[in-house]
């Protein structure tokens, strides 16, 4: 008894030392969100100064209001809501239905072409910037939405097919080869059986494709050429403070009203973010 009441306490001194370093961790991780924040309040242009606190002593919501008033941010915000949409929308809606024939069918060249997509998405964005603006160029797509949703979609999709693909691989045929003796049709297999007990991956898929596009701004400030068609991260980047130019609160109040709509979305989600990942991720 003695001997179980000993294995107890060490058990739950250990599990209390992990919950401490892991709450220390995640005040470590935030230390850089609340000195933006804090950067964000001050009514003074400077970004570090020997007796820098994170209480400002000269607090002000004059910044954000100069981030609404005096930059196009809610034409920003609208890019971005349609880029963030769009390729959402398109990523999943060609990745989920190529990842269940990739999943479920067996044909000539199947391997080939999946391993094929996998090092085309490995490859650096950056060595394929030139050979896609001399592509999309003469086609009149740069300085154009439609011309950054391709490089974005094209990218994701490949991400979908394969994030999908690893879920729909635990899935057992024996589910659908059941739900076939009852009657089901396949399109009704796909809709009423493979959807629903993959929507936790669904999700997880469209956040993850969604932060890529909310996040990515080497693509957009070479592609979008005029302050009214940035998406949120370029007209941030464009807000980047010099020496002599600029203010450091402004970019810090801008980069936390960025980041809002992205953590609102995250901890809406958070509860099919674990499932999501870890089956998403099983080797097809």
């Given at each position: 008894?003695?001997?179980?009441?000993?294995?107890?306490?060490?058990?739950?001194?250990?599990?209390?030392?992990?919950?401490?370093?892991?709450?220390?961790?995640?005040?470590?991780?935030?230390?850089?969100?609340?000195?933006?924040?804090?950067?964000?309040?001050?009514?003074?242009?400077?970004?570090?100064?020997?007796?820098?606190?994170?209480?400002?002593?000269?607090?002000?919501?004059?910044?954000?209001?100069?981030?609404?008033?005096?930059?196009?941010?809610?034409?920003?915000?609208?890019?971005?809501?349609?880029?963030?949409?769009?390729?959402?929308?398109?990523?999943?809606?060609?990745?989920?239905?190529?990842?269940?024939?990739?999943?479920?069918?067996?044909?000539?060249?199947?391997?080939?072409?999946?391993?094929?997509?996998?090092?085309?998405?490995?490859?650096?964005?950056?060595?394929?910037?030139?050979?896609?603006?001399?592509?999309?160029?003469?086609?009149?797509?740069?300085n154009s939405r439609l011309?950054?949703?391709?490089?974005?979609?094209?990218?994701?999709?490949?991400?979908?097919?394969?994030?999908?693909?690893?879920?729909?691989?635990?899935?057992?045929?024996?589910?659908?080869?059941?739900?076939?003796?009852?009657?089901?049709?396949?399109?009704?297999?796909?809709?009423?059986?493979?959807?629903?007990?993959?929507?936790?991956?669904?999700?997880?898929?469209?956040?993850?494709?969604?932060?890529?596009?909310?996040?990515?701004?080497?693509?957009?400030?070479?592609?979008?050429?005029?302050?009214?068609?940035?998406?949120?991260?370029?007209?941030?980047?464009s807000l980047q403070a010099?020496?002599?130019?600029?203010?450091?609160?402004?970019?810090?109040?801008?980069?936390?009203?960025?980041?809002?709509?992205?953590?609102?979305?995250?901890?809406?989600?958070?509860?099919?973010?674990?499932?999501?990942?870890?089956?998403?991720?099983?080797?097809?």
């Amino acid at each position: 008894m003695a001997y179980k009441t000993g294995k107890k306490a060490r058990k739950a001194a250990l599990l209390l030392v992990v919950n401490l370093f892991f709450v220390l961790l995640c005040f470590l991780v935030l230390i850089p969100v609340l000195y933006a924040f804090s950067v964000s309040l001050n009514a003074d242009n400077s970004l570090l100064s020997s007796d820098f606190s994170f209480l400002p002593k000269h607090m002000t919501l004059a910044n954000y209001r100069a981030v609404f008033v005096e930059e196009p941010i809610l034409r920003w915000f609208s890019n971005s809501i349609w880029m963030a949409a769009a390729a959402v929308f398109i990523s999943l809606g060609t990745g989920i239905p190529a990842a269940y024939v990739f999943s479920r069918k067996k044909f000539p060249g199947r391997k080939v072409i999946l391993r094929l997509l996998i090092l085309l998405y490995a490859f650096p964005a950056l060595l394929s910037m030139t050979a896609l603006y001399k592509l999309l160029s003469p086609m009149g797509l740069i300085n154009s939405r439609l011309g950054l949703l391709v490089v974005y979609t094209g990218t994701m999709s490949v991400f979908a097919l394969w994030n999908m693909k690893g879920y729909f691989d635990t899935i057992p045929l024996e589910i659908e080869e059941a739900a076939m003796i009852d009657g089901a049709k396949p399109v009704q297999l796909v809709t009423k059986i493979v959807l629903p007990l993959a929507r936790p991956t669904i999700v997880v898929t469209g956040m993850m494709v969604l932060i890529y596009v909310w996040n990515e701004y080497i693509f957009a400030i070479n592609f979008m050429t005029g302050e009214e068609t940035y998406t949120l991260a370029a007209g941030l980047y464009s807000l980047q403070a010099t020496e002599m130019s600029g203010s450091w609160p402004v970019f810090a109040a801008a980069s936390i009203v960025v980041s809002v709509p992205i953590l609102i979305i995250f901890f809406a989600l958070q509860k099919n973010m674990t499932t999501g990942l870890t089956s998403g991720g099983v080797k097809g």
